[in-house]
């Protein structure tokens, strides 16, 4: 999925904590991004309302994986070559 990301020039957007697993202790090169999620929402609609929107917050997110938590950005960057 990184990999696809990078090529097309994409953001990942996940929930799976596995994710920094993979991007920060294995020091896995993303230079498209890669965002966890880490918020809740009441309902699916305004969840997806969130997620819809949270790329167009900033314009920095290409280099970095970056926590969204309620109330705290965290951007950690990533290596860009393995």
Not at 3 to 10: H, I, T
Request: proline share 7%.
């Amino acid at each position: 999925m990184l990999e696809r990301a990078q090529r097309e020039n994409r953001v990942v957007l996940t929930f799976d904590k596995d994710f920094s697993e993979l991007a920060i202790r294995r020091q896995i090169p993303a230079v498209s991004g890669i965002i966890l999620l880490r918020i809740a929402a009441p309902s699916s609609a305004i969840l997806a309302s969130m997620v819809v929107t949270i790329p167009d917050d900033r314009d920095n997110w290409p280099g970095h994986f970056s926590v969204i938590e309620r109330n705290h950005i965290r951007m950690i960057p990533l290596p860009l070559k393995s």
